[in-house]
């Protein structure tokens, strides 16, 4: 790796005060949370000039013990949720709450928790493991007992979470891996024996539910392909082999397929880059990016301004922000999207649930299925229509057909939440205007509707994305916008 390129387009914020052990962004990119041995530290990270973190909020534990895992809540709804754990105890924090942020702590499992993860399809399920032979899914509004757990014959040092699919999850015990279906969860749905040493890092794709990633104290990062013909697969899909150098992270790009990985902190000692690598180049990494003075503990990305970037935790007191440029994200497998042939892929990925879970049954103990895991799953139409999407809704309600045409108070009386993460949440009638929201997961779309006084008659509403309210980037709105002005122009012209 002599010959790597080296970078450092960075921003550093700086807590001399603090030695942090490990820290979490949040799903907006602008805050972190730094675990400072027996307390938490909220600071914001929105500044391009980086400088020195003042805490905007401090969280003091109950307990004497260190904190070992932090984990920001990945909804929107729930943005200040964040998660930490001491020994066996779980405790959630709301971070806006005046009085009492401790939302709840209880022990989450007998030995101390090596790992937690919040779902990424409901945001009050997080799980948790530990060395019990034991790991536990919990329900933070119902501390009582476990919503679900699963028994293995080793203690398990991680878990994760699927990031598309809600029903999987994956967990590392010593050097194998098992997936589990969370409807299932009386026995692993794969077994994978993946290297030959102690898996220090696992994560989850970001687009493809069938893709996770995992990296050793063997010093090789493996790429798993797990389908359900093969959730247990011989080899993996590619790998990368650093030499004798044992690797301590290995974090996904989430928009290609590259990776960003670093060494095990103790055992390298001067080794203080963060190396990103192609998926599909293992014989040498892009690029190296240089500016930490102490090893690298921790790695997160974050979408913030358009972008992603990669944020570093390192013993010498500093946090790094790093953007990529166009040449080396690219490298790392993203591509440059025509925003015409992107239209289609657009709608799915944002506004349709990204959340895919199969049409059997989803709950727990065969119980009514949890909000955001029971998503409909949409039928084909038996003939192509122009594109639309639910935000189309308020101005034509689908349920009740009349060939007698409704006034717009009409249509708002009428409108009816379908699918139900869309929500009409303000109606003037008498500014001919509405307002409706989307969520779904980590994504929040806010758009604003605006009716003209000839509507429905061959004039189309025009639409505005609430920039405070709406979570998807500029790309996305423009070509977003285009396939709904285009369904709703349709729409109107039936009325001519």
């Keep these: 790796m002599a010959d790597t390129v080296g970078y450092s387009d960075s921003v550093s914020f700086t807590f001399p005060d603090w030695q942090a052990l490990t820290f979490a962004v949040d799903c907006t990119g602008k805050r972190a949370v730094l675990a400072v041995q027996k307390w938490l530290a909220v600071v914001n990270i ?6 020195e973190c003042k805490a905007l909020r401090k969280l003091a534990k109950l307990n004497k013990y260190e904190i070992k895992a932090a984990q920001w809540c990945p909804h929107v709804k729930q943005l200040n949720y964040l998660a930490s754990t001491s020994q066996e105890k779980l405790e959630v924090w709301d971070i806006e709450a005046e009085r009492s942020p401790l939302l709840c702590s209880f022990k989450a499992q007998i030995r101390p928790v090596t790992d937690i993860s919040w779902s990424c399809a409901e945001p009050d399920l997080l799980a948790t493991c530990a060395v019990d032979t034991l790991f536990n899914v919990w329900d933070i509004r119902d501390t009582k007992r476990a919503k679900a757990s699963f028994r293995s014959t080793a203690g398990a040092s991680l878990v994760q979470w699927n990031r598309v699919n809600g029903s999987l999850l994956a967990s590392a015990h010593d050097s194998e891996l098992r997936i589990w279906d969370l409807r299932k969860p009386s026995t692993a749905l794969g077994y994978i024996t993946a290297h030959t040493s102690r898996i220090h890092d ?23 392909e797990i389908g359900s013909e093969n959730p247990s697969p011989r080899e993996p899909v590619a790998a990368i082999k650093i030499g ?20 095990v902190p103790a055992l390298h000692a001067g080794e203080n880059r963060v190396l990103l690598w192609g998926r599909h180049n293992s014989s040498s990494p892009v690029v190296a990016l240089s500016g930490h003075t102490e090893p690298v503990l921790e790695l997160a990305w974050r979408r913030f301004r358009e972008e992603w970037q990669l944020v570093s935790l390192s013993r010498d007191h500093s946090l790094r922000v790093w953007r990529l440029n166009e040449q080396i994200a690219q490298q790392l497998g993203q591509a440059t999207v025509d925003p015409s042939a992107a239209r289609e892929e657009s709608l799915t990925s ?8 199969p049409e059997e049954e989803t709950s727990f103990n065969n119980g009514p299925p949890p909000r955001h895991l029971a998503t409909p799953t949409p039928t084909p139409s038996p003939s192509p229509p122009p594109p639309s999407v639910p935000m189309a809704s308020p101005a034509a309600p689908h349920h009740q057909y009349s060939p007698k045409l409704l006034t717009l108070m009409q249509e708002f009386t009428l409108f009816k939440s379908d699918p139900p993460n869309l929500e009409l949440e303000r109606t003037d009638a008498s500014q001919r205007s509405c307002t409706v929201k989307v969520q779904q997961g ?14 429905p008659y061959g004039a189309a509403p025009s639409f505005n994305f609430d920039r405070n309210g709406t979570t998807i980037d500029i790309t996305s709105q423009q070509e977003l916008n285009q396939v709904v002005a285009c369904a709703c122009m349709h729409s109107s012209s039936a009325h001519l």
């Design 46 to 51: 929105e500044s391009e000039q980086g400088g």
């Design 202 to 224: 696992i994560d989850w794709s970001f687009r493809d539910e069938n893709v996770l990633t995992s990296c050793s104290h063997d010093s090789t990062i493996k790429f798993w």
């Design 244 to 263: 004798a150098q044992p690797i301590w992270r290995a974090r996904n790009y989430p928009a290609g397929n590259g990776v960003a990985m670093v060494f």
């Design 350 to 357: 944002t506004l349709v649930p990204i959340i895919r879970v």
């Design 442 to 455: 980590v994504h929040l779309v806010r758009l604003s509707i605006s009716f003209p006084s000839h509507y």
